[in-house]
């Protein structure tokens, strides 16, 4: 049984903590913290035995916990997840693994000197069962090069504390994620399109269009749209050679009824990737408890989704192409997406 101390008892560490006690296999939550400790205590209440910590390095140094599960705000990562490594403890971190490049390439580095993988970051498109049966049809060949990919990326609404750059840094950032696993290569640059800004979005310039251009030729667009009312909307189309391929409707079910036909769209987040969550987890629990190493999105794909997250934000405020520059890759990531 893996024990796992969980930081950040908001909206995605108690979604996640549900999981790992009523969901998953193999797991157990045995702490939590959270900077609002009467939130961490009522979490703890739910749970059989958690101890709730004063602070996050505590929890890490909690000998009841094997592994440690990251998901307060994303400023705080670097001290988390650094912490866990110099602990030599597993730890799971929701995105983004840091909020700047430099702060994601001293986890790397942290790593590189640890001498193995410890960290996986919560990007969990890669196991949604849409995305992947959308790779596996670009990966057989059927539709020749990849061109293109339309990408939709639409929230209801947002939170308070979400700023003009979020769109990118907080929102797009899992779709510079998802084309890296997709084509199985690095971005080379970004753009962004500025249209007419929606009412619904305060001070927010909504929508963005974020243009990516994939290192073997292909572009990719991602609408943002992050306060559209009508639900949470994920959609992403693959145009290439001699054919296309999209992610299909999620709905299990479509109503006909009063001369309409309704397909509910999900609310949020939570519902449309209920299920890639729980496998994400699932499989991180199974590597970490097998061979102790983790599988899933690496540091060096937090990081690389960093860079090219800034140089999405350097594009919105310059009006310009930015060209994307990585670092040279350790070896602890050769098996990673290809340059
Ligand atoms: P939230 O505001 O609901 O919860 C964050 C919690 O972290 C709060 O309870 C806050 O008090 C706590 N916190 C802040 N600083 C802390 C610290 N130093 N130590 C301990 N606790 C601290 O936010 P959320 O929506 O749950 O998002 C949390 C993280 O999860 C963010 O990084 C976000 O980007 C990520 N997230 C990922 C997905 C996804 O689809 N993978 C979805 C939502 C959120
Ligand atoms: C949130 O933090 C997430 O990660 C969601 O998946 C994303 O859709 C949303 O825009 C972010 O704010």
């Known amino acids: 049984m893996l024990r796992v101390g969980v930081i950040g008892t908001g909206m995605i560490g108690r979604d996640h903590i549900r999981r790992m006690t009523r969901v998953l296999a193999g797991v157990e939550v045995t702490a939590v913290t959270d900077v609002d400790t009467a939130t961490a205590r009522q979490v703890a209440a739910g749970l059989s035995g958690a101890t709730v910590h004063a602070s996050g390095t505590d929890l890490i140094a909690d000998p009841a916990v094997d592994a440690v599960v990251v ?3 994303g400023p705080t990562h670097e001290q988390y997840v650094l912490g866990s490594i110099a602990a030599g403890k597993p730890v799971f971190c929701e ?3 840091a909020t700047t490049q430099q702060a994601c390439l001293r986890i790397v580095e942290a790593e590189v000197g640890y001498g193995g993988r410890l960290v ?5 498109r890669r196991y949604d069962e849409a995305y992947r049966a959308l790779k596996a049809v670009v990966d057989t060949g059927e539709l020749g090069a990849p061109l293109l990919m339309h990408c939709a990326h639409r929230n209801a609404a947002v939170p308070g504390f979400y700023e003009k ?3 990118i840094t907080d929102t797009a950032v899992h779709e510079i994620d998802m084309v890296r696993w997709m084509f199985g290569e690095e971005v080379a640059a970004a753009r962004v399109l500025v249209p007419r800004r929606s009412r619904n979005g305060g001070d927010l310039q909504d929508p963005l269009l ?3 251009e994939m290192a073997g030729g292909a572009l990719v667009d991602v609408e943002i749209s992050v306060n559209i009312r009508y639900g949470y909307d994920i959609r992403g189309e693959v145009v290439g050679e001699n054919g296309t391929a999209a992610l ?3 709905s299990p079910v479509t109503v006909r009824r009063n001369q309409q036909v309704v397909t509910p769209v999900p609310a949020d987040w939570r519902e449309r990737f209920l299920r890639a969550y729980d496998v994400e987890l699932q499989e991180w629990v199974d590597a970490i ?3 102790g190493v983790p599988l899933g999105p690496s540091a060096w794909d937090g990081y690389a989704a960093a860079v090219v997250s800034d140089a999405g934000v350097a594009a919105l405020r310059s009006g310009e192409r930015v060209g994307v520059t990585l670092a040279d890759r350790p070896k602890l990531y050769t098996a990673e997406v290809a340059a």
């Open 71 to 73: 998901c307060s705000w």
């Open 95 to 97: 995105k983004p693994l």
């Open 120 to 124: 996986q970051v919560g990007y969990m």
């Open 165 to 167: 750059e979020s769109a």
């Open 210 to 212: 974020l243009i990516l």
């Open 248 to 250: 299909g409707e999620l």
């Open 289 to 291: 408890t097998g061979a």
